[in-house]
């Protein structure tokens, strides 16, 4: 991503050098969300298999791999939303356990949904406000309410007048079309202060412009955080990614930098190679 | 950008809902100097108390998308507490408030803390079963709450020395409590607690994404419903000297959904005009025929054809529409 500190980048570029394949490669020193061993069941279908995966301060990580590879499944553990069955998951050295997702939001873990998930109710500013209302301490308050909105309408709308819907504040978000409401979710996230960002299929159903637009928000706000982007759309996660991670059947089969897993042998027989039989 | 209702209707939209609130306040102010007979005045205090009690309703309807059947236990429950109460510590006035906000925050927060983690069905369910263990309550312990016979003869209200047991003054004493309870609600709807609630309604799964503790919002919104139904309660035994099993029954609280249909879900004081419709029929109607409820049905499928969103919304459309914001 264009937006990246330099210093993230020569980070991100070294396991390039020498190019890894296996799994331990995964774990990076200094990581922000370091992953360990995970696994998750539901039943007798084996979903996530000892997946372990660092994500480091600034950089983008791309997660990629066929439909029930089990990317969703883990952001959702990620987030709290399910737990794992083993393994564990560490934000900033701290293992997260049983937190659930509002206290994992509030340490900076964010992420969006493959659906849009919106206010359709009400205003943009208010969707935004919402988010940034979580932050604070006012978030619950009764009296005093008026002040509490006012701040929080302030910060929204300055994030809301870096973007595409910028001096839309006041526009119903059930009125939008389908990418502005991408749009929205995405500012909500944002609103977060995240500091590590998860995003579930962002451009899914987007026009290329609009998803240029998405994408653009969110380099945007980069500088101070890590990205972890599942797409299908393989021309965005190659370009916008620093590394990349393939799961498939659960298993973590490669993680490394974009040209690499190009040409991972691994990678062209379980997703890449099938993806292009299909656009072909 | 897709065309959007511009921000302007909304907000004359919402200022309408206020213009006519205040002059539902101002007709119910006036009542008593329109028609001052004690029939009338009781009946409009009965109509304060119970539309109140939807209003409280519409908080979790309308502001946060929780059906409870079991919302008559809550607002039942207080008038108990407050009858049973009056028989041994007098009925004055703040004493039997006190009593019923208690009673109604007691049950609503057992029904927020037992349905926590429900929604739709289930928490359809799950309030129904709360509200019929209190009506069982009620209808079993014959000896504190009169069993099927209910209690009467307990004191009659007061406020120290001042009687407050003449029509005018318990419709007084009604208006004022719905004026309070809707004050309340509304700040409660327009605070950052009750947009967290909208957004639980909306987006429970985002809510939690966010930070926001959902259970927390659920809780706090069933304790503040149950406060105001519960005052409404506690005044609702003076009215006629009399409460019954029957206000506790599942059927009551199915009677305080039709209302808040009706009147408008979302609306406060579509709440009073909801439990002024169906109180009205159930009044007039039934002096002609058993069948009255008959007369609600065709009403309530009336509303929901013709104004999906009910009496108060209809109203403010029609207001937004001719200009007269």
Known sequence: ?280 | MSTGLPAAPLLAKRRLGDKIALALVLVLALAPLISGDGFSLRFGAEILLIGTAVMSLNLLIGGGGLVSLGHAAVFGAAGYSAAVAAGSLGAQLPLMLLIGIAAGMLIAGIMGLVTLRSSGLFFLVLTLVVGQMVWELAFRWREVTGGADGLRGFPKLALGSLRLDTPLALYLVAAGIALIGWMVTRSFQQAPIGQALAGVRDQPIRMGALGYQVGRIRVTAFLVAGAVAGAAGAIYPFVNQYIGPNSVHWSMSAALIIMAVIGGVGSLYGGYLGALVYLFVQTEVSSYTDRWQLVIGLIFVATVILMPNGIAHWLGQRGVRGGRV
């Not at chain 1, 995240?194 to 945007?220: F, H, M, W």
């Not at chain 1, 490669?254 to 027989?269: K, N, S």
């Open chain 1, 1 to 280: 991503m264009s937006a990246l500190p330099s210093s993230a980048r020569t980070t991100a570029s070294v396991p390039s050098a020498a190019p890894k394949t296996s799994v331990p490669s995964s774990l990076q020193p200094h990581a922000l969300l370091r992953i360990t061993d995970v696994a998750k069941s539901f039943g007798a279908s084996r979903v996530l298999e000892s997946v372990s995966l660092d994500v480091r301060a600034g950089e983008t990580l791309g997660l990629i791999g066929p439909n029930g590879a089990g990317k969703t499944t883990l952001f959702n553990i990620v987030t709290g939303f399910l737990r794992a069955d083993t393994g564990t998951v560490l934000f900033e050295g701290r293992e997260l356990g049983a937190m659930p997702p509002p206290a994992r939001a509030r340490l900076g873990l964010v992420r969006t949904f493959q659906k849009s998930l919106v206010f359709p109710t009400q205003s943009i500013r208010r969707n935004v406000a919402m988010a940034v209302r979580a932050q604070g301490s006012g978030a619950y308050r009764w009296w005093g309410g008026r002040a509490a909105h006012a701040q929080a309408d302030a910060a929204a709308q300055a994030l809301i007048d870096g973007c595409a819907l910028a001096g839309c504040g006041d526009e119903l978000v059930a009125d939008l079309s389908y990418g502005e409401q991408r749009i929205v979710d995405m500012l909500i996230a944002l609103a977060q202060s995240p500091r590590v960002l998860l995003l579930d299929e962002p451009t899914a159903g987007l026009s290329t412009e609009e998803a240029a637009q998405l994408l653009a928000l969110v380099r945007q706000h980069h500088a101070q955080t890590a990205v972890v982007l599942i797409a299908h759309d393989i021309d965005v996660v190659f370009r916008e990614c620093d590394r990349i991670a393939v799961l498939d059947l659960g298993q973590l089969i490669a993680v490394d930098t974009p040209e690499v897993i190009r040409q991972h042998p691994g990678v062209r027989a379980a997703y890449l190679g099938a993806l292009a039989e299909v656009q072909a």
